[in-house]
């Protein structure tokens, strides 16, 4: 069928991308669903910093390439094999698909599925195959997802099931960004009520992590970013204080008002700066997370005596080291209970052509998560 799709036809193309227009729209061929496939009509999908870090050229992939992500839509037909989903069934999309068979699937880590990384660095789906063409040449998948069409072949693994009362475009963003943000606090952090928590970095993802540690319990929720809008929307979110991180004292006096640093700092950047800056705020016996996705030359000094002097934790949190299946029903029950306002993360709705509009707005720090809505 001919589709509809914002396709990345260059790295590193000048801003604004308005100008530039790196990604264009075009009709894609998508190839009908094999056998543990699914095609999805795209509902919503929103602008992620993973897909700009692709644009900018930090992370590079072959190209020409649909690009997006977190997403969320309705299944239209069923590969072969698939018997639990039905046309007219919601889902989400994620973006690590898992066999369920390796032994980090084995172990309660999907995230880290082999197979399913395999697959996302090969651009393939989950079964090896690739459903998409442009003038009859095949084109890769962006991690199983290619989100930013109006319709999708994914493997069954990359979809989970939601009931139809969610709207699309909010359950979108728990694709990634909650999925992400909440996930690194509850799993990879395991934060615990009264505890103390810094999240470094109030994007999307960032300000997940931030309602996520109110929502654990959390006494102390410190936001940290150097933009003062953000620093007062988390406020307004709930926070409970907040540090400018342009202030060149900024980590001294996070730690002063800590006594020492908090017990849990969260980097949400994709930045070796910001990571340095939450590992210093991280108390003695601590705990700090790294989610954010630097380009592939950064890299961390630190000294390595903290962490046996200090029993200092130093972790990654991929996908918020989550399993799917258990922890999106959990995180959507507490959204609709209110401890996850997850829709006040939607800043903006965009349709397909005003994309390369939209990245501009994101990478200028305009936007938390704005929402390509398909007709």
């Known amino acids: ?55 900018n050229g930090d992370r590079p992939r072959r190209t020409p390439i649909v690009l997006g992500h977190e997403a969320a839509g309705v299944v239209e037909a069923l590969g072969e094999g698939v018997t639990d989903l039905a046309p007219g069934d919601h889902v989400i999309l994620v973006f690590v698909p898992s066999c369920g068979h390796c032994a980090p699937c084995a172990e309660g880590r999907p995230a880290l599925c082999e197979p399913g990384g395999a697959a996302n660095v090969a651009g393939t789906l989950l079964g090896g195959a690739r459903r998409l063409s442009l003038r009859g040449e095949p084109m890769d998948h962006f991690v199983g997802v290619s989100a930013f069409a109006e319709y999708a072949t994914v493997s069954r693994r990359s979809l989970h099931k939601i009931d139809r009362e969610l709207p699309l475009e909010i359950a979108a963003m728990f694709g990634c960004a909650v999925v992400t943000g909440v996930g690194a606090v509850v799993n990879t952090s395991q934060v615990r009520p009264g505890q103390t ?16 540690a109110l929502a654990a319990g959390a006494a102390r929720v410190i936001a940290v970013d150097l933009a003062q809008d953000k620093l007062d929307f ?30 849990h700092a969260l980097e949400m950047v994709g930045s070796a700066k910001a990571l340095e800056f939450a590992y210093k705020v991280t108390r003695r016996g601590g705990t700090t997370v790294t989610v954010g996705l630097p380009a592939a030359i950064q890299t961390l000094n630190t000294p390595v005596w903290h962490l046996v002097a200090e029993e200092r934790t130093l972790k990654g949190s991929y996908l918020g080291s989550c399993v799917p299946r258990r922890d999106l029903g959990r995180f959507i029950a507490l959204y609709r209970q209110g401890k996850l306002p997850v829709d006040r993360l939607l800043t903006g709705r965009l349709k397909l052509d005003e994309i390369n509009e939209g990245f501009d707005r994101l990478q200028r720090g305009e936007a938390i998560r704005q929402i390509v809505t398909m007709p």
């Open 234 to 263: 988390a406020l307004a979110l709930g926070a409970t204080d907040s540090v400018d991180a342009s202030d060149p004292d900024a980590a001294k006096r996070l730690r002063d008002m800590t006594e020492g640093g908090v017990d």
């Open 1 to 55: 069928m001919k589709v509809r799709a914002a396709v990345l036809q260059r790295l590193g193309a000048p801003m604004p991308y308005a100008q530039s227009r790196p990604l264009e729209i075009e009709e894609v061929d998508l190839a009908p669903p094999g056998p543990g496939e699914v095609l999805v009509r795209i509902a919503a999908a929103g602008l992620c910093h993973s897909d700009l870090s692709i644009l």
């Open 197 to 212: 928590v810094a999240v470094v970095g109030l994007g999307g993802v960032g300000l997940a992590a931030l309602m996520g």
